[in-house]
């Protein structure tokens, strides 16, 4: 969204106030999502400071294959690059839409650098737009399933958190803020789908796409583990093709998707 002049973005903002306050009312559900949101983010600052374990570089699959070093790690985010593609060229012009797949698609570049020598600088360009993603989904929740225009509004504030969580690991080499950016989307998202009503058919995809997430997790784990079973495919290399299938089951929501209640 492109405010012209600030009455603009008084409006919105106004807007948005409105219809909070108005939910207030007699909507508990919004209340405990702001509360857990605020709680959260002040709960950060009892943490200790997070440092990025270097140890998280070094990768089960090192092999070398047609040149390119880490070879199975690098080749296996090409998927995210045609998924991010095929959302952007295929899906109804949304910023909340475009923002998720133009994350993805650049997940898949920021990704494949990174394996081709991972290190805490070329990590940074992996996480960027993967914070932009997780954002991205949050804001698409709450405009599915909380309101529309509420979820287009807060789409911005919540990926400048996304990419402020990234410079400020940058800039203090704290990951704090990062993993609440990875962490409130896996609490704010079960509530918001528990709590809300859907507006649109095709939520059986978003639970493929969470279990896809889940498993994408587990294969990340036992990274060593499932390399050691035959040297074939690393933990790490199926962690990528998991988390590209979750995001081909967002993508399907997005195709299939209809409004079955209107606004
Ligand atoms: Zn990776």
């Not at 969204?1 to 903002?13: E, G, N, V």
């Not at 440092?51 to 570089?57: F, G, I, K």
């Not at 390399?227 to 790490?236: N, P, R, T, V, W």
């Given at each position: ?13 106004c807007y ?66 045609a ?14 839409i ?8 650049l ?50 504030p ?56 889940a ?26 093709i ?22």
């Open positions: 969204m492109k405010y012209r002049t600030t009455t603009d973005f008084t409006s919105h903002s948005l106030a409105q219809m909070m306050l108005g939910r207030l009312k007699n909507s508990r559900p919004v209340l405990v999502f702001l509360v857990l949101m605020i709680a959260s983010l002040v709960g950060l600052l009892l943490l200790p400071p997070i440092a990025q374990d270097q140890s998280y570089h070094d990768f089960a699959d090192q092999r070398t294959l047609l040149g390119v070093p880490h070879f199975w790690n690098v080749v296996s985010n090409f998927p995210f690059i998924i991010g593609a095929a959302g952007l060229w295929q899906l109804r012009r949304d910023p909340a475009d923002v998720l797949f133009l994350g993805i698609l997940t898949g570049f920021g990704s494949a650098y990174y394996h081709l020598d991972p290190n805490d600088r070329t990590l940074f360009w992996d996480r960027l737009p993967m914070a932009v993603s997780f954002m991205a989904i949050l804001a698409n929740a709450i405009e599915e399933r909380v309101d529309a225009k509420a979820g287009a509004i807060l789409l911005w919540l990926v400048a958190v996304g990419v402020f969580s990234i410079l400020l690991w940058r800039w203090t080499g704290d990951l704090r803020l990062y993993g609440w950016v990875q962490f409130f989307p896996c609490l704010a998202l079960p509530l918001l789908f528990l709590l809300f009503p859907a507006k649109y058919s095709g939520t059986s995809y978003w639970l493929i796409a969470a279990a896809l997430y498993l994408a997790k587990l294969f990340e784990f036992y990274d060593s583990a499932i390399y050691s079973i035959g040297s074939i495919l690393s933990g790490h290399t199926l962690k990528h998991a988390a590209a299938a979750a995001c081909v089951a967002v993508l399907r929501h997005f195709q299939k998707r209809r409004l079955i209640t209107s606004e």
